[in-house]
């Protein structure tokens, strides 16, 4: 997909802002966008539409609102850029907890929109990258911990060093086709099961 084909889904409640927005993107030369004006079941209007970005314009918003924004944001892994006419320090650092890609305060341009939607993107992907690397780290210290675990029992009740428990699970997974970690996790529950 190239950057033009990207469906963008603008949120703005105020009519001139978001034509300034629509406009801007449209001549950035992103024609494919929606605006929504109705934040009523916003969560549902954004899995619906299915865009690829987001752009939150909310003026002055009540901290209601941002709360509101921000846990859209958190449930919506895509790249957003929020406008706001200000802020202070408690809400960009909400912003930037919450996954927003750009905060923009005070800089409503057209001639901007193209600028912040790549930051936005970059930013996204940037975030991305490290929330899957340590969802990998935490998924392969999760397996490490069963077949540690696993190696204890079978020294405990095999009388086995902590090499050849790893070799007997080893080997029962080549025989049997399947990983090591599956091989711990049944030594695991088997274990359990017979307390």
């Known amino acids: 997909m190239s950057d033009t084909d990207l469906h963008i889904l603008l949120i703005d409640q105020n009519v001139m802002r978001a034509s300034v927005l629509e406009q801007g993107l449209k001549e950035a030369g992103y024609p494919d966008v929606t605006v929504v004006r109705d934040t009523q079941n916003l969560l549902r209007r954004i899995v619906d539409e ?6 939150i314009d909310l003026g002055n918003p009540s901290r209601d609102v941002l709360e509101q924004m ?7 892994r895509r790249p ?10 408690d809400m960009i650092k909400a912003a930037v907890d919450a ?6 305060v005070d800089g409503l341009k057209k001639e901007r929109v193209k600028a912040i939607l790549d930051m936005a993107m970059s930013r996204f992907s940037a975030f991305s990258e490290l929330r899957d690397e340590l969802d990998r780290t935490r998924q392969a210290l999760t397996e490490r911990k069963v077949i540690e675990k696993a190696k204890g029992i079978l020294m405990r009740e095999k009388g ?8 007997l699970m ?5 025989n ?3 990983r090591v970690l599956e091989i711990a996790q049944a030594v695991v529950t ?3 099961l017979l307390k």
Do not use: H, N, W
């Open 190 to 192: 088997a274990t359990e």
């Open 99 to 104: 996954g927003v890609g750009a905060y923009v």
């Open 176 to 178: 049997e086709s399947r």
């Open 170 to 174: 080893r080997k029962a997974a080549m």
């Open 50 to 55: 299915e865009p690829d970005v987001i752009f």
């Open 160 to 167: 086995l060093t902590e090499d050849a428990a790893y070799g």
């Open 70 to 76: 921000f846990q859209v944001s958190r449930c919506v």
């Open 80 to 89: 957003i850029a929020m406008f706001v006419d200000r802020s202070d320090s």
